[in-house]
Structure formats: C-alpha cells, structure tokens
C-alpha cells in the first residue's frame, strides 16, 4: 500500500476517496467541499507525486518527503 500516511488521515477524518495502485505508484481521488482533487505518485527512481491539494485548479509537484508535504497541507483544511 503506497500513500499510507494520507490514507491513515484521510480515513481517520471521515474524508471519502478512492484508491488506486499501479506499478507501485499510489493515486487517491477525493473531493472536499464540492472539489475535486488528486494525489498522484510518480515510480522510482524519480520518486515524488501531483496534486493539487494546495490549489484545486493547479497541479504542483512534490519532490522529496512529498507524504509529508502534502499531509501538512491536508491538516490545514
């Protein structure tokens, strides 16, 4: 299981979404608030993931300890 930590939160927060695993690459759909978003996860070596958690009409990439990126952006909702 890929994007444990967001899951782990997103489960405890009652905040339905949609997992999916391909190529061990995690991606999760969800909406908040009538939104749409996603977490998408790129394969190693490049590890690193796209969402648009932190501006629903924009993608950004997250680089390094991106879980944890996008996690804090999650907990300010």
């Known amino acids: 299981m890929r994007l444990a930590k967001i899951q782990d939160y997103m489960t405890k927060n009652n905040m339905p979404y949609t997992y999916f695993e391909n190529n061990d690459c995690g991606s999760i759909d969800f909406c908040h608030r009538g939104l749409s978003y996603h977490i998408?996860?790129?394969?190693?070596?490049?590890?690193?993931?796209?969402?648009?958690?932190?501006?629903?009409?924009?993608?950004?990439?997250?680089?390094?300890?991106?879980?944890?990126?996008?996690?804090?952006?999650?907990?300010?909702?």
């Open 40 to 77: 998408w996860e790129y394969p190693a070596p490049e590890r690193g993931a796209e969402s648009n958690v932190r501006c629903c009409g924009r993608s950004e990439d997250f680089d390094d300890d991106y879980e944890d990126a996008i996690l804090e952006i999650l907990k300010t909702w």
